[in-house]
């Protein structure tokens, strides 16, 4: 008899992924912080004068029980986190103030640039903390959808290293908390929609896309872009949906319980919007119709419906039960009532009226920075920003290429040439299904970024986009995972992983070189922070 042939030596990445997922996580978050702590986080507090000291002013503010003046994003959520924070530092003796009223005068330089030092580094340790468990948040969903905790830890690792969190991390934005928002809102939602094979949809569906909804409500409270990825939530359970097994008999009466929910939230949150709605002409920033009448709310009912018709296609494709059809709107329903909600704690109206007007929130500050193209239109829709959605599709796809578009190309493009590539393969090799789903990923991170091009596409803002092109190559290498197996392709994947954390470092170690000049910032300083003495930059 011969021996029976060894089994294979497990991998490095076999042996680091079959390690605890509590200490994975933690691991990850650990190198998160220590990133920042080497490069970035000990910068002078005006390095990133806009956002940083906008949102340390308004947590001061908060904490002195002000309203709030800045309304761009219009940022509301981010500063009821940031009001919290202040002041937990601040009762633990972590932080010298957490109130506008106890700022040290202006005329003492010393203590004033101390205390916005500590304020602003507060407010970067946030960050810290926020990006980490975006990432961490991010890789735990996504090893339920792709089963496989190789390529939701590789997955983990590009997005807490991509061109979006690198810069999230080092700095306070808006950005940050909406991307977080509504990207882990796309993940429950796909969590909701494929059930484990054999298992029927039971609470943790209903549970997973009411938290979905929530998440989503609370990303437009924050910053209202984040409505551009909602909306392709819809589009994505179709794609992504997988038939579970019948409801039980039981389906109508929690159907009903989650209706009577979902209706209780829904009233009071309908009202907030028809508040908004109707203070449009009350904006702090004069609004441009739509054009068309779809002004008023014509086209925040189509965006409703888009979201009804997208439950309903949804449930045809996939032959949900109509009590779970009822059963999962409703759910949808209060999460995102819930989080719209959010707007009653600190309530001022022009929070309201711009998340329920949110396109012409938006074209306000496009037409800041292309006025030429946009500020003589009558209407959002017209000419002017279609050109300049064509001249940004044009050129997110020429920065694809590299050659054609050299500058401004993220580290993480490595990772959509192998979705590419992957999605070609799979199509094939006949799964045909799962190279849709790929490119449909792909597609909505373009879509995204030619959107941001109409009020220049920053760095920070790949927290929306980086998300969807690594769940885009996930999917792809879960479904070819003899790629992890054999040796050679599987140090190529893991190249292009220290690739993408080596180039996560170069912008970060390149500020640390060539420092701003702040006084740029000291006209606009007095208008968005009236109530701070001038800065000593600023003299």
Sequence with gaps: MMPAPSAARPSLLDRVAAAPWWLLCAGLAAAMALSVLLVGFRLPYWVHSDQDLVLAYHGLLFGDGLSQEYFDHPGYGYFLVIDV????????????????????????????????????????????????????????????????????????????????????????????????????????????????????????????????????????????????????????????????????????????????????AAVPAFGLIQAGLAGWGRAVYPYTPVGGGLSGGGYQSIVAGWVLVGILVHAAVHRVPAARVVAGAAAVLLGLAAGLLALDIRWNEQNAIAVANFVEHMFVFSSWR????????GNVVGQGTLGLLLAGIGRTLAIRTIVLHPDNIPQTIVVEWFALAGAVVLWRRGERLAAVQALFLLLVAWGLESLFSLRGFQRAYAAYTDPLAILSAAWVLARMPGLLERARPRRWILAGVALVVVAAHAWPVIETRKLPNPATHCEWIPVYMPKVAPFPFCH
């Design 370 to 377: 292309h006025g030429a193209e946009l500020q003589g239109q």
């Design 85 to 264: 924070w202040y002041r937990l530092l601040h009762a633990v003796g972590l932080l010298p103030v957490a109130s506008l009223s106890a700022l040290p005068p202006g005329s003492d330089v010393a203590a004033t640039e101390a205390v916005w030092q500590s304020l602003v580094q507060a407010g970067r340790a946030l960050s810290i903390l926020l990006t980490a468990a975006f990432a961490v948040s991010y890789a735990t969903l996504l090893r339920g959808l792709v089963e496989d905790r190789r390529v939701a830890l590789l997955a983990g690792i590009l997005l807490a290293f991509g061109v979006g969190l690198t810069a999230q991390g080092r700095q306070m934005r808006t950005d940050l908390l909406s991307a977080g928002f509504v990207v882990l809102g796309l993940l429950l939602v796909l969590r909701a929609v494929r059930p484990a094979d054999g298992k029927p949809c039971g609470g943790a569906s209903l549970l997973q896309l009411a938290l979905g909804g929530l998440l989503v409500g609370l990303a437009m409270v924050t910053k209202v872009q984040a409505v551009f990825l909602a909306m392709g939530l819809p589009v994505a359970a179709i794609l992504f949906g997988r038939r579970a097994e019948a409801v039980p008999e039981k389906g109508w009466g929690v159907a009903a319980l989650v209706g009577l929910m979902a209706v209780a």
